[in-house]
């Protein structure tokens, strides 16, 4: 799916009608508005930003995707990318446009503005080496995590693979080790395995990301919650249903913000015949979803149409 946006002063004044031309018109505002350092600032989150029109319209932006209004939404975020006022704010905007086609499951475009903010980040590479190698993997394994969810699978090898390269780029002194994301390439490749039905290759995966746990105890502080995932994930996609059961309930519970956890436990469920939990489930994971990051946006698009809501 692609939109057309308003990307020129000249078009943005044209007369817009209903709905779409309010938010459009409020968008605008908020642009030519929100141009200062301080606002800046504030949009990224930083401390002791107060709100302002800015920030505002994202948030709004950002809601109008989780009820599933996607080109209003995309009218906003453009408008908001053509008056950022500093890269920075830019490749915010950017980073959630890339969110917002992942609720289409369009694998290409997510990869198409995730790239755009990787960009940005490589320029910051002198001034913050560390964060900047960190975020550029972290983009890369974003729009992978699209791609999966939504059957890309091809694409979100290359992409895992890609942000694990440009993790690993991270000059000393690392803050984030090689083993995490060695950890998370074979999570990854493991899962990948699964819905391929190579149910050998991704037991091979599950065992190597367990070997990095448990070579790496610092490291698994914060990432062995996520192994229970990775284990029920596998077991779904490759048809041990028992074990995904009990692995996938121990993952919702250790995951407790994370919908897509209850989603594949209602997945679970329902291949178990079981569709009175699933529908429960699903339920839950819809009220669930309403961040911007790919497990909320997969989620929610999922439930969504599993539940026939508008």
């Not at 989620?299 to 809501?309: D, I, M, N, V, Y």
Request: proline share 5%; aromatic share 8%; hydrophobic share 35%.
């Amino acid at each position: 799916m692609t939109s057309s946006f308003l990307t020129t002063s000249r078009r943005i004044a044209r007369p817009a009608v209903g709905r779409l031309g309010r938010i459009l018109a409020t968008a605008i505002l908020a642009g030519a508005l929100c141009v200062t350092p301080q606002d800046a600032e504030a949009q990224r989150g930083g401390r002791g930003g107060a709100p302002n029109p800015r920030s505002d319209s994202i948030r709004t932006a950002q809601r109008l995707d989780s009820e599933g209004k996607h080109q209003e939404s995309r009218a906003i975020f453009q408008v908001l990318v053509n008056g950022a006022p500093d890269p920075a704010a830019k490749a915010q905007v950017q980073r959630r446009m890339a969110m917002s086609y992942g609720y289409d499951g369009s694998c290409a475009k997510t990869i198409e503005y995730e790239e755009l903010v990787i960009a940005y980040w490589v320029t910051r590479r002198e001034a913050e080496p560390q964060n900047a190698h960190y975020q550029e993997g972290e983009m890369a394994n974003e729009a992978a995590r699209v791609c999966i969810d939504w059957g890309f699978l091809d694409e979100a090898e290359r992409m895992y693979r890609r942000g694990s390269d440009l993790g690993n780029m991270e000059p000393e002194p690392r803050t984030h080790p090689k083993s995490l994301w060695d950890y998370r390439l074979a999570h990854a490749l493991g899962r990948l395995a699964a819905r391929r039905g190579n149910a050998e290759e991704a037991r091979r995966h599950v065992a190597e990301a367990r070997r990095i746990l448990d070579a790496d105890p610092q490291m698994a502080e914060a990432q062995e919650q996520y192994y229970p995932y990775l284990v029920g994930y596998v077991a779904l996609f490759t048809n041990d249903l028992p074990t995904a059961e009990a692995e996938l309930t121990k993952s919702m519970e250790g995951l407790r913000n994370d919908p897509f956890q209850v989603v594949l436990l209602g997945m679970t469920y329902e291949k178990m015949g079981n569709q009175a939990k699933a529908t429960e489930l699903f339920e839950r994971a819809f009220e669930m979803s309403g961040g911007s990051n790919p497990p909320n946006v997969y989620s929610r698009a999922f439930t969504r149409q599993k539940l026939g809501k508008k």
